[in-house]
């Protein structure tokens, strides 16, 4: 019996079939970009990813995740490295939750009117407490 069990374990491990197991999840993706990525995505053309940006300017991001959102809506979180800030020396400059047109990716933009260092967080809305996807970035004069 024990022969039998050893060999079942052995087959397993060893059987392309079974490779699916091991497979390697790919995770999710956020890019920033100084141009519309709706505009610009190609067979042909790859998406820059950006991380300094001009004041006043529009910033676009993309989001994408391979298994899909796990709700209709997202949130995304902007915020500012500040001195000044009470909490941890981070102030929220935004906080919008919108609804996914798509199951696999979603393209937005906004538009920042201060210099500074940034970050972007992604969240699906019914895990608040872990982000799917996180950048940060530096907008400039």
């Given at each position: ?125 019914e895990n608040l407490h ?12």
């Open positions: 019996m024990k022969k039998i069990l050893l060999f079942l374990i052995i087959f397993f491990i060893c059987s392309p079939s079974y490779a699916f197991f091991w497979k390697k999840k790919e995770k999710p993706s956020l890019f920033l970009s100084s141009t519309n990525p709706s505009l610009s995505i190609s067979y042909d053309e790859k998406i820059q990813n950006e991380d300094v940006f001009q004041k006043g300017k529009r910033i676009y991001f993309l989001v994408y995740v391979p298994e899909g959102f796990k709700s209709d809506y997202i949130k995304y979180q902007i915020f500012k490295q500040d001195d000044k800030a009470h909490v941890g020396g981070y102030s929220r400059i935004r906080n919008i939750t919108r609804r996914v047109n798509d199951k696999n990716y979603y393209i937005d933009y906004f538009v920042l009117s201060e210099a500074g260092k940034y970050g972007l967080q992604i969240f699906d809305i872990h982000w799917i996807a996180f950048a940060h970035f530096l907008v400039m004069d």
